[in-house]
């Protein structure tokens, strides 16, 4: 009866701890399943573009800053 009741106890807290763990991590675990269920979606093409094209860059050349970094003393 001991062996029963001990394996009861351990199978709980297993399942205790899983429930835990999803609980914690749910955004990165979701952001996960994300990428998995797309990388094995056979009509996902890597190659396509994500966002719509508006023919604009997706950096404003005049309002980014392309001068070098100064070091200021």
């Known amino acids: 009866m001991a062996a029963i ?3 009861v106890v351990a199978i ?3 399942i205790l701890g899983w429930i835990t763990i999803e609980i ?3 955004p990165c675990l979701e952001k996960g399943r994300e ?3 797309r990388s094995l979606d ?3 093409d890597p190659d396509s573009p994500r966002l719509p094209a ?3 860059p997706l950096l404003d050349p005049a309002t980014s800053s392309a001068s ?3 070091k200021v003393i």
Do not use: M
Request: glycine residues 4%; hydrophobic residues 45%.
């Open 5 to 7: 009741t001990a394996a």
């Open 12 to 14: 709980a807290a297993v």
């Open 24 to 26: 914690a991590c749910k």
């Open 35 to 37: 990428v998995i269920d």
């Open 42 to 44: 056979p009509n996902y």
């Open 54 to 56: 508006t023919g604009q």
């Open 68 to 70: 070098p970094v100064t």
